[in-house]
């Protein structure tokens, strides 16, 4: 079983940055997805990004066109754990992000992941 947890969010004037983080644990071997999404209030849960993740160098992103060249997200192998550097920030970006894994590749819909973290709450105040 694997668990994901986010930390990192908090609330930033527009324009602003923030770089959220998810650490996942148990089993994190072999090949898989990692990604973030948010949901704001009465909307629901929509992709933001995510990144490849297995035992060679190269990794694969994809990104929100919403969130595209605002956006980064990375990984650190030896930390087991996922960034999300958000850049000029909008209030339209205000919502709890969540952090979810997946085995294979890449793919951008809820249902396609297994794990989910508990979220962490990104306020961008105008």
């Known amino acids: 079983q694997v668990q994901v947890a986010e930390s990192g969010g908090g609330l930033v004037q527009a324009g602003g940055s923030l770089r959220l983080s998810c650490v996942a644990s148990g089993r994190t071997f072999g090949t898989y997805a990692m990604a973030w999404f948010r949901q704001a209030p009465g909307k629901e849960r929509e992709f933001v990004a995510a990144?490849?993740?297995?035992?060679?160098?190269?990794?694969?992103?994809d990104y929100a066109d919403s969130v595209k060249g605002r956006f980064t997200i990375s990984r650190d192998n030896a930390k087991n754990t996922m960034y999300l550097q958000m850049n000029s920030l909008k209030p339209e970006d205000t919502a709890v992000y969540y952090c979810?894994?997946?085995?294979?590749?890449?793919?951008?819909?809820?249902?396609?992941?297994?794990?989910w973290g508990q979220g962490t709450q990104v306020t961008v105040s105008s």
């Open positions: 979810a894994r997946k085995y294979g590749g890449l793919a951008s819909r809820v249902s396609e992941y297994g794990s």
């Open positions: 990144i490849s993740w297995s035992g060679g160098t190269t990794n694969y992103a």
